[in-house]
């Protein structure tokens, strides 16, 4: 996972700001030295009719304002709850924001957690809450300040609504386009007021989502509906064992197929270059190819698996280490142990993998949707031979991300296919689902070893929670952030500290930290990496994987306690109200302890991850057959403060069907 930005530090974020060139206005939000430089970075020039606050914002004579997005939209709302939390403060209708996607630039727009500009690890929201509210605050103080000077009043007697600034005692008003050329030559303010919560306006309210009707009528734009004049379509099939490479290639069928362009060879790959994309996978399937399958030909899961459980005796590196395990453990009453295993998992976005191409001598332009948009910048002039200043890269909406697309792999396929078609022009390039699911960066299989030892109350008194699997940060930091080391140290990277030491916080994640009142803990992390396997980081990351096996082990201490399962958590929530709170409630809610028809059952679960607390109650009912049905899940969910009630209601829905689509349907092998 992508380390979130402090909010401790983000809630100390203060707005400082310096005159910039043109009539505009810079302003930089103070947040850790890390990210000086990003923030103090001047916007990109304005017009002297803007008033340009910073690289994120910009207000036009018309009093429309620009919220230039860094963050990109896959359906997690972001395009909706930013901007509601700078009309919050600046004290503008929504329908005055409009949307803009930030070009590929690491100086204006990068994530602080990596250095790098990124869309991921629950970061959008949490992270710009308090830097947006104190950008909105600001330029509305300045707006108010103008509005003063030009009636010559005190500015106390002013007051700014929907976009206009009213004078009370006159009931005079200026609207925000008039006043933007006065408010950029005015001093800043060192600090402003924020609104009181019990104020807000739009925090905290279910307000449509802003990219609904463009999406219902079809005007959304994702990769996958570009359409370039002269554009050409390639249909992929890579060696179907990791590793793998090419051998022989008989195209003469392929090739005789109306509207076939070309067949081009990379080392791992074929693609098929046509007209349109039907043609192009006509002559893929036409294709006679021979693979050289490598040294993982004969790899099976079983041989991983075997792989994962010898490196599970191995001592592991630290992720906590709480209290005297060992004393505790001798002197339990009951020792408890259980093994878990879980699945490679592929991402399958609803939007397949594609990305549209076009290499010149001295430029390349690449069409994709992607969550990270500098690294495809530099993937692609790796690949094209040119300098990074040479490619730029349309971003558009994500048909899914679930961190598939934080990895650059189809873009070096992408530029590597579009090099060597004939005549050069536009390519797109997409695979096929098959394709897809087979090729994919898989959320990592893990191998988790767990000892209790229990009390004459049942109890834990000690537990070892031992986590064997990849490490995908270790991967990412060593592949893709050589140049932000400096810059991440600068910005106090615990991540890339525990790396250092190997440890991988994302693999504990959700393990090393239980919420659950247990007196000696030790949680350590042994890096196995399986042969050939490409790993990569899957929605939820560490949490999706540590939270199912720390609460299945939950459900057999309490069994091996004969305890009630929501009882045995809840007596181990004493230090922990907020996940006392939200499980009780849960419990409540589905209406724990009554009774259920012959086949069924309820499952409770607690999570704590990303700042929030959920607690789930799960209806299960299994067939004779063995068919499993799930009718009702309850959620009861703690996030703080919630900034769209409808935006995390489906951020939970959507949630719990991607969960139990993983559980039941999603095993790769």
Not at 307 to 317: F, I, P
Not at 336 to 342: C, G, H, L, M, T
Request: charged share 20%.
């Amino acid at each position: 996972m992508i380390t979130p930005m402090s909010p401790t530090l983000s809630r100390r974020s203060f707005l400082e700001a310096s005159a910039a060139a043109g009539g505009g206005l810079l302003i930089s939000f103070s947040l850790p030295a890390s990210l000086a430089k990003q923030l103090s970075a001047p916007p990109p020039p304005a017009p002297p009719s803007e008033f340009a606050p910073n690289a994120f914002i910009r207000i036009d004579s018309a009093g429309q304002v620009t919220l230039v997005m860094h963050k990109v939209e896959m359906g997690q709302g972001t395009y909706t709850a930013m901007p509601m939390i700078l009309a919050e403060e600046l004290e503008a209708d929504l329908s005055q924001v409009r949307l803009e996607h930030a070009p590929a630039d690491d100086t204006r727009y990068w994530e602080p957690s990596f250095g790098v500009q990124e869309t991921g690890g629950s970061t959008s929201v949490r992270g710009n809450f308090e830097p947006l509210r104190r950008a909105g605050a600001t330029a509305r103080t300045m707006l108010v300040a103008a509005a003063a000077a030009t009636w010559k009043v005190d500015p106390n007697a002013c007051r700014a609504e929907h976009g206009t600034v009213i004078h009370g005692p006159s009931g005079r008003s200026l609207g925000y386009g008039a006043l933007v050329s006065t408010a950029a030559r005015l001093p800043v303010p060192g600090s402003v007021a924020l609104k009181d919560p019990k104020d807000f306006r739009l925090i905290g309210t279910s307000v449509k989502r802003l990219d609904t009707p463009d999406k219902v009528d079809g005007t959304t734009q994702y990769g996958i509906d570009v359409r370039l004049p002269g554009m050409k379509y390639a249909s992929v099939a890579a060696c179907p064992v990791f590793g793998g490479k090419v051998g022989a290639v008989d195209d003469t069928k392929a090739k005789a197929i109306p509207g076939v362009r070309q067949v081009v060879r990379l080392d791992d790959a074929v693609a098929v270059v046509a007209d349109d994309t039907w043609t192009a996978k006509k002559g893929l399937a036409a294709l006679d190819i021979r693979w050289d399958e490598g040294p993982n030909a004969t790899l099976s899961t079983a041989d991983i698996v075997l792989q994962l459980e010898a490196a599970s005796r191995k001592s592991g590196v630290v992720g906590r280490d709480e209290g005297d395990v060992a004393k505790a453990m001798a002197g339990a009453v009951r020792r408890v142990e259980a093994i878990y295993e879980v699945p490679f998992l592929a991402h399958a976005t609803m939007e397949p993998i594609n990305c549209t191409v076009h290499v010149r001598p001295d430029a390349c332009d690449l069409w994709l949707g992607t969550q990270v948009p500098t690294f495809t910048q530099t993937a692609a002039a790796k690949v094209a031979g040119l300098p990074k200043s040479r490619v730029q890269v349309h971003n558009h909406y994500l048909g899914g991300g679930f961190g598939r697309r934080l990895e650059v792999d189809f873009v070096i396929q992408a530029v590597g296919i579009a090099k060597q078609v004939d005549g050069g022009g536009p390519v797109q390039v997409l695979w096929s689902r098959e394709e897809d699911i087979q090729h994919d960066m898989y959320r990592p299989y893990y191998y988790d070893r767990f000892i209790a030892g229990l009390d004459a109350g049942g109890r834990p008194v000690a537990w070892t929670h031992r986590i064997v699997g990849s490490s995908i940060e270790a991967r990412v930091i060593s592949e893709l952030f050589p140049k932000n080391l400096r810059v991440m140290r600068a910005g106090g990277m615990h991540r890339l500290g525990a790396m250092i030491k190997h440890l991988d916080l994302d693999a504990v994640e959700g393990a090393a930290e239980p919420p659950y009142a247990i007196p000696n803990i030790r949680v350590d992390f042994v890096r196995q990496e399986p042969p050939g396997v490409r790993t990569a980081f899957w929605r939820g990351v560490g949490p999706t994987h540590n939270i199912f096996v720390v609460e299945s082990f939950i459900d057999e201490l309490a069994a091996a306690a004969k305890q009630d399962p929501f009882e045995y958590r809840r007596a181990l929530l004493e230090r922990s109200p907020r996940a006392k709170a939200v499980l009780e409630l849960a419990a409540a809610q589905a209406g724990w302890g009554k009774p259920l028809p012959p086949g069924a059952g309820r499952g409770i679960s607690l999570l704590h991850a990303f700042g929030s607390y959920i607690a789930q109650v799960a209806e299960v009912a299994v067939s004779r057959q063995g068919e499993v049905r799930v009718p009702r899940v309850v959620c009861e969910v703690d996030c703080g403060t919630v900034v769209n009630p409808e935006i995390v209601k489906a951020q939970m829905e959507s949630g719990i069907i991607f969960g139990m689509t993983a559980a039941l349907w999603g095993e790769i092998t």
